[in-house]
């Protein structure tokens, strides 16, 4: 009898999707000796005809043969030989088909250390991804470097004219404080109270600073209690520059500042002329009224790019005709003190500028030029790297484009305002915020406490309320500054995308003696002093701009009508004199290039697939075909497991029901369960035998049978 492996490797087991072909093979002679194909179109007859036949053919199988033979009958082991011959898999065939103990040990052992090897090189491999490293690539972008933003503050915040105003107030204030606090040590002293004239709006502010320095200096002991050791120390701390501005409304304290027509001579930009109506206000608390330019304001044409600029700025003197500076106890004696020139500001378009972090100051008398060099960063966010996508912030003042820096400011802010319940002057403002600035001092009833002692203390608390909030706002802006859990809290980062520019700057003596008396015609008789329209106006600047320059105004004028070489000689050192309390800026695009500075992953996720799958083939052999093969033995085995379990069940159904109908047969004893027989079954080309035929290969989709 011929096996069934011998069988299959004979006879051919080809055949269209829609017959079903049975061979009968000869073992005598080897060969199939009876083909028949039978049609499952025809559910009624079985076609039985002879595809082959030799007279004396003794058939030992017949064998159905479709597109899933074998499938149904296969064996763990079948399933292993199989998946062995045809897998790309190397090594595993070896260990699989070869018969010899020693080769199936020999290629374990090849194979187990080429996987330990792979997962070695995979764990390194993984460990280099998981780094998030990344990589910084710098180019150079032949694209015009778009031109920024100019902002521009003068260091002397106060307005000339009004200065002579609050220095008369202090003094004569100061003094009566002086009074009151001499003759409150006479016991028979009555202070005479009259009705005092309406006081200018800033006045307040003033009051309130003298008020508490002149009372400090009378209470040592309170003093101590503040943790002071004189009132000079805790006056640097609570009456600084910044103090005026959170004591009076902030649409008020503008008028404190230079105003814009005083403050901008003459700007050019990129060959357009521009005038300080081109310039938008801010305001900021220790320089009060500064200015931005931005390129729009001038050009409309966005194909144009601006190349420079150039302004002339005056930062006219704010004594008054002599340098009496302000009394002491007065919040301004720092405004004094301070330098004389302008800060200026690079920064992006539409940035909020920050004077005191970001600016540098250009001396008066001199011009400065400042070549810009813009770069574009391009960074990569979490996990690699850490940048911000915010495109912009809402404050108070407006909504400006994310910085680093404003992000800083506003976290500070809000940590002061959660602890303090109050806001710091310095900082910009979120929206939605009504609490009072922790640099606004309350006014205590200054007389009432020197005159009667049993008003004490309410000075004392108003003083110990004011204090108290300063100290939480340094405290709070200490401690956020430098604990690095703080810092974390704010979760502030450079912005994803941003363009910052690299200022150097260069400092000249200007004017040049033959431009002196050019340019001391545009103050004299050009567009500057005629934004004054009024007499009054005009002579209020000479004398509190001008006044070491007021009586030379005639010999100017006779400069400019006779053309005089004496009066010119004469002229000239008076003019470069008066001229020192101007500023020059240029401002010029140094490169005309972009750094364009991008960062990038170092190592990406492709590149992990692709090492990780030249690793495979070094070590294991396998290929995107072979994982396709390992998924296809998965799915066979599941289906053999599958139908193993239910094969299991059906058999033992099988077997309680035989024991049943045994155990029926053994107490009823019936002549049919005696005579009980399975019946023969014989296959033959006869019409009658091809439906069991039929019914025997459609239930058994794998059917060998003795002939």
Partial sequence: MVDKKTFSSRCDRTSPQQMITILTYDGDQGKCAKAYVMTSDDEDFIALRPLAYQ???????????????????????????????????????????????????????????????????ASTLMGKYLDYKKKVDIEVLDDPAPFPSI??????????????????????????????????????????????????????SLETSINVQGYLSTKPELVKE?????????????????????????????????????????????????????????????????????????????????????????????????????????????????????????????????????????????????????????????????????????????????????????????????HCRCTDIALPIP????????????????????????????????????????????????????????????????????????????????????????TMEKVITGDFMQRFTTDHERNLVWENYFPNYSNDTDLVKLYLETNNLTVQHDLTHVCASFLKDFSHVYVYIADDNVVKITESEFYSGVQLVSDIGGQLGLWVGISVVTLAELLQLCATLCGFLCKNKHSKKFKNEFRRKSIRRRQRCASVRTKRCQNHKPRSRSLSNTRENGTEIKNLLLKNKSYYVNV
Wanted: net charge negative; with cysteine.
């Fill in 55 to 121: 007279r004396g053919a003794k058939p030992e199988f017949v064998h159905k043969l479709s597109d899933d033979s074998d499938s149904d009958d296969k064996s763990l082991k079948d399933i292993a030989v199989e998946f062995a011959n045809e897998t790309t898999l190397h090594g595993v065939p070896k260990i699989i088909k070869d018969r010899s103990c020693g080769t199936r040990l020999f290629w374990s052992c090849v194979c187990l250390s080429a996987l330990c090897m792979f997962f070695i090189q």
């Fill in 431 to 518: 929206n939605n915020v009504n609490v009072s600035f922790c640099q606004d001092i309350e006014n205590p009833p200054i007389f009432d406490c020197l005159e009667d002692k049993a008003n004490e203390w309410k000075c004392n608390d108003a003083i110990r309320r004011s204090w108290n909030k300063f100290k939480c706002m340094r405290s709070v802006k200490g401690r956020v500054s430098i604990t690095q859990l703080a810092k974390q809290k704010c979760r502030c980062y450079p912005p994803c995308h941003e363009i910052t520019y690299g200022v150097f700057h260069s400092l000249t003596s200007w004017p040049s003696m033959d431009q002196t008396i050019p």
């Fill in 151 to 204: 902002s521009l503050c003068n260091i002397r915040h106060i307005d000339a004219i009004l200065f002579e105003e609050i220095q008369g107030y202090s003094q004569q204030h100061y003094m009566k404080v002086l009074e009151v606090m001499e003759a409150s040590k006479n016991p028979n002293y009555v202070r005479n109270k009259t009705v005092e004239e309406d006081k200018p709006f800033y006045w307040t």
């Fill in 226 to 418: 503040l943790g002071f050791d004189n009132i000079n120390d805790i006056a640097e701390i609570m009456f600084t520059r910044e103090t005026p501005a959170a004591n009076i409304d902030k649409d008020k304290v503008t008028q404190f500042g230079i105003e814009a027509r005083e403050f901008i001579i003459t700007c050019v930009y990129s060959g357009v002329r521009c005038n300080y109506k081109d310039f938008k206000r801010f305001f900021h608390p220790f320089f009060y009224n500064c200015f931005t330019f931005n390129t729009s304001s001038v050009l409309t044409d966005n194909s144009t790019t601006g190349r420079s600029f150039s302004l002339i700025a005056f930062l006219g003197k704010m004594f008054s005709k002599d340098s009496t500076k302000l009394d002491r106890g007065d919040t301004f004696g720092d405004a004094v003190y301070n330098s004389d020139g302008l800060r200026i500001v690079i920064h992006s378009s539409n940035s909020e500028p920050d004077p005191i972090k970001d600016g540098f100051n250009i001396p008066s008398g001199f011009s400065a030029s400042i070549g810009v060099k813009a770069t574009r960063y391009e960074r990569i966010d979490y996990p690699y790297g850490n940048c911000s996508e915010q495109g912009s912030l809402s404050m108070d003042n407006g909504i400006y484009d994310y910085t680093l820096i404003s992000c800083q400011n506003l976290c500070l802010q809000r940590e002061i305002i959660e």
